[in-house]
Every structure is written in structure tokens, then in C-alpha cells.
């Protein structure tokens, strides 16, 4: 057993005791001791345990099988062809006797079972799951008083009692076949073992939640029921037919019985010693019973009713195998019709089967194809869902007479967001679970991803970890604009999978426009970062510097405002100047400045080496190319233009390049990440 409870003070003492006893008697038997502090007079099974939930998956299909065999009985006796009379299968009794007697093994030890099962206090059912009762006499008690006289009765083999021992019995006395019909006794072994296995499937619900994992389970084990209950039916009817055809040759036997030879019962019966004795012989052919009480004779003034399908068909008479396959067919024509297409007789037990028959189909069909159509309901339930979402958002666009070109995005956004999700609302799910076990989650979703992310690459596990918890997924179809320069910004994206354009005007300056693809692993929003990073930062969001556009499906990770300043609070390794030197270096918004910088200062490195080409030309000075040792190429480097060398050096610092170098100045000046001064493009010299 998986779980072993605690035990009252003076139980353990025994155990003990035992123990111990059995140790000085035996003390080189390491193995015996083992064995006999773990035996099961001495566990207390826990209901809510992993083995007591196998154990009742078992007994649940052992039940079913159980239900199943039992009325095999009634397809035993069969009408011999031509002899009028009745015999037993023999060969298939003792198969189906071996069977159940298996089955009753398997309810014998649940029981045994149920004595060593811990219960619920009733009295502590305030909060929570309850405090359960451990000791094995209260646990006893508490059976005894409850469920055991419907589980003995239920583990009583009444069937082979009345096969094997009340039937030859009867015979003995010289009733003959007719009581057979006592073989109905096993129906009423279906009521307790119906109070048996109908509470063991709400425990199994009320443990697991469920009773088949999938759809598809679910359905096939409500027709599982509804075949067995068409099962019941079909060999119920078969049995009541056998005895509609004993009934009647016994009523014709009684009227010959001034005749020589007169008629007797025993004759009816192909078992008995009297069925191949000269006396039978003579009188099967002079007798009229077979004429009489013949299904296909429509002279005969005996009414079969909606038994006559038994005989006309002569299933009586058929291998075990056929008559099983047209009962079943017959239970399930039926039981589905609720008896409709039945032509009974005025016999009162042939009208009170119909009216079993046409209550109990209703039932079923009501409960278990009921059940059975809603675990197949349940596997379109979310494609339903999104089918009645899309036409609404249909008559909405129409109703508010949107451009076709925004209905087209509108049509392909919720196209991709199904194909991606199936319907499903990931955040509600994550939100419902406990903290711990959300953050596994986000790790195994998220963390390989984001490690794809180069500026990500260089930390550590434990702020992955929070940034990870932190991360939503974000869905864009092509086209969409994710955001607007000058617009604020509200999340970094980080891209999984597709691409976006990010372009800039430089705040809509006229001749300026930069473009750039982002791709897998790239970033945007970058300005949040900088937000988020100040240690008082304003409550306004930051403006966008930059437009970006799908321009494929786009699946990403968004980090929104209030988590980014949550996770730059809690972890201060992000003010770390390796991560800032990391994100100007993978921001695409820093290179471009970066290059704007760049591109300045050669301009005005250039402007200045053509006006002091000029100048010379003026001053009657030649230029040598570079020869010459104070006015050459090289001379532009020497003492003369030192200064001018260490302003466009200095000028280049001012930018981002320079920044990223500059590495006197203190990580924690924030400042640092903002975006530096404009380079004038037209600077004089």
C-alpha cells in the first residue's frame, strides 16, 4: 500500500509488541519481519490515495463485467428442434459460472477493503477536506452499520445457487423446465450491485473529477451503459419467452391427460430419464401439444404476443452465439423505440414487460444518450464558441458599415488567434493556478524562448525567472501597427516568431527617415526600459521614437509597463552597466542614433578638411597630398589641429557610440539611457 496512516498510540504499541515477539522467535528472519510490519491487517487504506483510486478503476470495470455476465443465465435453456421439449447448455454454463465466480472474488475483496478504509469525521466537514478516522474499530463499526449488508448481498452467488442447486432441485419434484423462470432471481441481484457501483462512480468523480479522461471515453462508456441496459432487455426476453413456450405446452399437456398415452411433464424436459423412454416416443406422435403451441400456426388459440419473434425465428433453437446477437439486436430495437413497434397479447406479464420496457427506455435514453451526446458536444463546444463570436463580429462590422479593408484585418486577426489558441484564454488558466506552480509554467513555455533573445542571453536564471512570470503572449496579424512614433509606449515586445519594420522620421524632421526589418529575437519598446529603469520615474508613459508594423504574422512576448517597473524594482542588477551596455548594443533604436552620430562627425571632419584645403590654396600654399610634413594629410593630426581633432572626438562621445565607452562615469546614473542631444547636421566650423 501506498500510504500507511497514523495509528492510535496503543495500536502501535501492539504492532510492536508483535513485532518483537516475532523477532525473538525468529531473529535470523530479516525477511519475515520485514514482511510482517507491512501487512495489511495493520494499514489504514487512505480513500483520497493513489492505490484506493487504481483500485476503484478496477472495481468499476469488474462491476460492468459482473452485470454483463449475469444475464448469460437466461440464454442457458433452449427448445430442441422437433422434440418439443427444452434442455440446458451445459458446456455454457460452466464457462459462465467460472466467470462470475471470478467477478464475486473481486467484490469479496473490496469489502475486505472497506474494513481497513479510513472515512471522514462527519463532525469535522466545516472546512477543507475533514479529518478522517483512523482507527480500525470505529472504521469497522461504521461499516458493519452502513454498506455491508449491500455489498454481501451483492457478493452472493445467487446465480450459481439457483443454476446448480435450486433448479435440479425443482426438477427432482417433477416440475419439470417450468422453473426456470427462477433463474429471474438474478435480476434482483442487480439491485444492490446497481447500490454498489452507482456511489463507486461519484467517488471516482468526486476524487479524480471525471470519470474518462477525453471525450471520446466519456461517450463510449454512456454507450457502454445503454448496451448493457439493451443487453438486460434482450436475454430478459428471451428467458420470458422460453417460459411463454413452457406455459403453453404445459396447458396442453393438462387437457391430454385423459388420453392414452396420457401427457406427462416430465416429457417436456430433454434431460429427464422419462425423455427417451418408449411410453414418450408413442406419445409424441399422437400427442397435439407441438401443433398447438407452435409459434407459426395461426390456428393455434395460444397468443405468443411479442414473444413469437423467439420461435418464428427459431432463436430458441439457434447456437449460443446467434440467439445472444438477435436479443442484443432485439434489446437495442427496442429500448430505442421505447417499445413502439411491440404487438402485445392481453397477458398481464406481457404487458407489464412493455411497460418496464417503455419507462426504463425513456430513462436511458433521456440519461445516458444525454450524457453521451454532451461529452461529444464538449469536444466542439470551443469551435461553436468561435463560430457564433465570428458571426457576431460579422453583423457588427456591417452594422457600423467598416472599410471591407478593416473587416479583411479584422477577419484575419481572429483567424490566426484560433489557429494559434483553439479558443483558449491562456491567462485566465495561469491566473486560477497558485503562484508556484504558474511560475513553472511560465519557465517551461517561456524560458527558451527568451533566451533566444540576445539582450536576455546574459542574465541570470533567477531574474529570467521573473521576467518570465511576467510575460503574456501577444498575436498580430500583417499589417498591424504595434505602435505609432509619438505615441506612448505601454509594453516591450520581444519577437518569437515573424517580422516587423521599425522606421523613424526623428520626430517628423524633413529629409530624415531610417528603416530597419526586426526580426526573431529582436526587441521594441525599448523606451519602457529606460522608464522603467529611473528610479523616479514620471507617471506618464514614454513616447514612442519610432513606428513599427507587421509585416508577417508576428507571435511575441510582451512585457507590459506595470511589470517591467515591478521586475527593474525588485532585481537592481538591471541598472547594471554589462545590461546597459548589452541593450544599447541589441537596440536597434541606439545603433541608429549611433550612426547618426557617426555620420555627423565625419561630415564636419569633412567640412573641415575641404575648408583648410581652401585656405591653403588661398595662402599660395600647395597641396602635396600628404607629403608635405606640415601641411599634409597627416599634418591634419599634429599640433596644429590637435584641438580640432579632440572636439569631433568629443562631439562623437556626445553620442551613442561614445557612451557606450565611456566607462568613468557611474552605472547608476540613469541618465546614461536617455536618448542624447540631437547632432546638428549643419554645424559651422
Not at 383 to 389: G, M
Amino acid at each position: 500500500m501506498d500510504r500507511i496512516l497514523s495509528k492510535p498510540a496503543s495500536h502501535l504499541r501492539h504492532i510492536r509488541q508483535t513485532i518483537a515477539h516475532h523477532h525473538h522467535r525468529h531473529p535470523q528472519s530479516a525477511d519475515e519481519l520485514n514482511s510482517l510490519s507491512i501487512l495489511w491487517h495493520y494499514q489504514i487504506l487512505d480513500p483520497n490515495s493513489d492505490i484506493v483510486n487504481h483500485w476503484n478503476h478496477i472495481f468499476l470495470i469488474t462491476c460492468l463485467i459482473s452485470l454483463f455476465i449475469d444475464p448469460l443465465y437466461f440464454y442457458l435453456p433452449y427448445v430442441v428442434d422437433g422434440a418439443t421439449c427444452m434442455s440446458v447448455d451445459t458446456s455454457a454454463s460452466v464457462l459462465i459460472t467460472y466467470f462470475r465466480t471470478v467477478t464475486d472474488f473481486f467484490y469479496l475483496l473490496h469489502m475486505l477493503m472497506k474494513f481497513r478504509m479510513a472515512f471522514v469525521a462527519p463532525s469535522s466537514r466545516v472546512f477543507g477536506r475533514g479529518e478522517l478516522v483512523m482507527d480500525p474499530l470505529q472504521i469497522r463499526k461504521r461499516y458493519l452499520r452502513t454498506d455491508f449488508i449491500i455489498d454481501l448481498t451483492a457478493t452472493l452467488p445467487l446465480p450459481q445457487i439457483v443454476i446448480w442447486y435450486v433448479i435440479p432441485a425443482t426438477k427432482s419434484d417433477g416440475t419439470g423446465q417450468s422453473n426456470n423462470t427462477l433463474a429471474l432471481i438474478v435480476l434482483l441481484q442487480y439491485i444492490p450491485r446497481l447500490f454498489v457501483i452507482f456511489p463507486l462512480n461519484q467517488r471516482i468523480i468526486k476524487t479524480t473529477g471525471f470519470i474518462a479522461k477525453t471525450a471520446w471515453a466519456g461517450a463510449a462508456y454512456n454507450l457502454l451503459l445503454y448496451m448493457l441496459a439493451s443487453h438486460v432487455l434482450g436475454a430478459s426476453w428471451y428467458l420470458a419467452s422460453i417460459g411463454r413456450q413452457h406455459s403453453c405446452w404445459q396447458e396442453a399437456c393438462n387437457a391430454e391427460l385423459d388420453r392414452f398415452p396420457p401427457c406427462d411433464v416430465k416429457f417436456l424436459d430433454c434431460s429427464s430419464p422419462e425423455a427417451g423412454s418408449l411410453n414418450r416416443e408413442y406419445w409424441l406422435n399422437t400427442t397435439s401439444v407441438h401443433s398447438r403451441c407452435d409459434a407459426r400456426n395461426e390456428d393455434s388459440d395460444f397468443k405468443f404476443g411479442m414473444f413469437a419473434d423467439a420461435f418464428t425465428s427459431e432463436v430458441a433453437s439457434s447456437r449460443f452465439f446467434d440467439k445472444y446477437l438477435y436479443c442484443l439486436w432485439w434489446g437495442l430495437r427496442n429500448l430505442s423505440s421505447y417499445g413502439q413497434n411491440l404487438t402485445t397479447s392481453t397477458y398481464i406479464g406481457e404487458t407489464s414487460f412493455c411497460i418496464v420496457l417503455c419507462i426504463f427506455g425513456l430513462i436511458l435514453f433521456s440519461q445516458l444518450i444525454g450524457n453521451m451526446q454532451t461529452y461529444l458536444q464538449s469536444m466542439t463546444v470551443r469551435l461553436e464558441e468561435w463560430r457564433i463570436k465570428r458571426r457576431d463580429t460579422e453583423e457588427w462590422m456591417r452594422h457600423r458599415q467598416l472599410p471591407p479593408d478593416l473587416q479583411e484585418r479584422v477577419r484575419r486577426f481572429e483567424q490566426y488567434k484560433w489557429l494559434t489558441t483553439r479558443g483558449v484564454h491562456e491567462e485566465s488558466i495561469l491566473q486560477s493556478l497558485p503562484t508556484d506552480l504558474r511560475r513553472e509554467i511560465q519557465r517551461h513555455l517561456c524560458l527558451n524562448l527568451v533566451r533566444r533573445v540576445p539582450f536576455f542571453a546574459s542574465m541570470d536564471d533567477q531574474l529570467l525567472d521573473a521576467i518570465c512570470g511576467r510575460l503574456v503572449s501577444s498575436l498580430s496579424t500583417p499589417g498591424s501597427y504595434i505602435v505609432r512614433e509619438g505615441d506612448p509606449v505601454n509594453e516591450m515586445l520581444f519577437i518569437i516568431r515573424g517580422q516587423m519594420e521599425s522606421s523613424t522620421t526623428n520626430g517628423g524632421r524633413s529629409g530624415f527617415f531610417n528603416s530597419i526589418t526586426l526580426r526573431s529575437g529582436d526587441f521594441c519598446g525599448e523606451e519602457l526600459l529606460t522608464w522603467a529603469l529611473v528610479p523616479n520615474s514620471p507617471l506618464n508613459l514614454p513616447s514612442s521614437t519610432r513606428t513599427v508594423k507587421t509585416l508577417t504574422e508576428v507571435e511575441a512576448f510582451a512585457l507590459r509597463a506595470e511589470d517591467l517597473k515591478f521586475v527593474a524594482n525588485q532585481f537592481k542588477r538591471l541598472h547594471s552597466m554589462k545590461l546597459q551596455h548589452a541593450f544599447r548594443y541589441y537596440s536597434h533604436q541606439w545603433r541608429t542614433w549611433g550612426a547618426c552620430y557617426i555620420q555627423s562627425a565625419w561630415r564636419r571632419y569633412k567640412k573641415k578638411r575641404l575648408a583648410k584645403e581652401l585656405m591653403l590654396r588661398e595662402m599660395g600654399y600647395s597641396y602635396n597630398g600628404g607629403r608635405d610634413d606640415r601641411f599634409s594629410d597627416s599634418g591634419e593630426t599634429g599640433d596644429g589641429d590637435k584641438g580640432s581633432g579632440l572636439k569631433s572626438d568629443t562631439n562623437a562621445k556626445r553620442g551613442g557610440v561614445g557612451q557606450i565607452g565611456d566607462t568613468a562615469s557611474s552605472s547608476l546614473k540613469m541618465t546614461k539611457l536617455f536618448k542624447p542631444d540631437e547632432p546638428d547636421f549643419f554645424e559651422e566650423v
